[in-house]
C-alpha cells in the first residue's frame, strides 16, 4: 500500500506565494516521475508540472516562469513552489507518482487526496 499526502496549500492574495509538498510512503521500491495536477471547479484536471526521477521537467504554459517543481528522491518528497499567483490558480493541486512496489515490483500510478489552493483577494 502507497500513501501521497500533501501539505501547504491554503488562501492567498493575488501576486503571493505559496509551497506545496507531498510525501509518498508505503511499500515503496523506488518513486519514479513525480507531480501535480490541479483541477478547478466545472474543469478538467490538468496538468501543473512533472519531474521525472532523474529531474526531467515539464510545466503547463500557464504556469511558467511562475512555479518551481523540485523533488529528493531519498526522501520521496515532490514540492511546488508557486509565486506570482493568480485567481485563476485556484484549485484543488493533486499529487502524483508513478511508485514501484517493494512487495511485486510492479509499477503503478499513485494519487493524493488534494490540497486547496485559493487565490483571492
Known amino acids: 500500500q502507497v500513501q501521497l499526502v500533501e501539505s501547504g496549500g491554503g488562501l492567498v492574495q493575488p501576486g503571493g506565494s505559496l509551497r506545496l509538498s507531498c510525501v509518498a510512503s508505503?511499500?515503496?521500491?523506488?518513486?519514479?516521475?513525480m507531480g501535480w495536477y490541479r483541477q478547478a471547479p466545472g474543469k478538467e484536471r490538468e496538468l501543473v508540472a512533472w519531474?521525472?526521477?532523474?529531474?526531467?521537467?515539464t510545466y503547463a504554459e500557464s504556469v511558467k516562469g511562475r512555479f518551481s517543481v523540485s523533488r529528493d528522491n531519498a526522501k520521496n518528497t515532490v514540492s511546488l513552489q508557486m509565486n506570482g499567483l493568480k485567481p485563476e490558480d485556484t484549485a484543488v493541486y493533486l499529487c502524483?507518482?508513478?511508485?514501484?512496489?517493494?512487495?511485486?515490483?510492479?509499477?503503478?500510478?499513485?494519487w493524493g487526496q488534494g490540497t486547496q489552493v485559493t487565490v483571492s483577494s
Open positions: 502524483n507518482a508513478d511508485v514501484t512496489l517493494l512487495s511485486e515490483g510492479a509499477l503503478r500510478n499513485y
Open positions: 508505503g511499500s515503496i521500491l523506488s518513486v519514479g516521475g
Open positions: 519531474i521525472s526521477r532523474f529531474g526531467s521537467i
